[in-house]
Nanobody, 125 residues
Framework: QVQLVETGGGLVQAGGSLRLSCAGS??????????MAWFRQAPGKQNERDFV??????????YYTNSVKGRFTISRDSAKNTVYLQMDSLKPEDTAVYYC??????????????WGQGTQVTVSS
């Protein structure tokens, strides 16, 4: 199966930065086989995970939700089976649990697949 482990969350002041990492492993996992994405679940939004960003299998294409464009950058290191989310100019409304996902489709028409356990990001005002 596929295992995804997110790290890098924490508490940061508004305007600050964080870098999330998602390491993939498992017998069936090869990062080049999946389009990778980040989602987030804001406080109070039970069972509702919002798309944040995605990156193509070879890393040459990315896609972002409008609210993070120009502030967040998704990247991947296939040799390390790791995907990153660099988050700059953070806002209190970015507070959420962030989830990594290994899926199919394209960056703009993404079909979620395997989920990680999530990492908490809290942005204070």
């Amino acid at each position: 199966q596929v295992q995804l482990v997110e790290t890098g969350g924490g508490l940061v002041q508004a305007g600050g930065s964080l870098r999330l990492s998602c390491a993939g492993s498992g017998r069936a996992f090869s990062s080049s086989s999946y389009v990778m994405a980040w989602f987030r679940q804001a406080p109070g939004k039970q069972n509702e995970r919002d798309f944040v960003a995605s990156i193509s299998r070879n890393g040459d294409s990315t896609y972002y939700t409008n609210s993070v464009k120009g502030r967040f950058t998704i990247s991947r290191d296939s040799a390390k089976n790791t995907v990153y989310l660099q988050m700059d100019s953070l806002k209190p409304e970015d507070t959420a649990v962030y989830y990594c996902n290994a899926g199919q489709g394209s960056t703009s028409y993404y079909t979620p697949g395997y989920w990680g356990q999530g990492t908490q990001v809290t942005v204070s005002s």
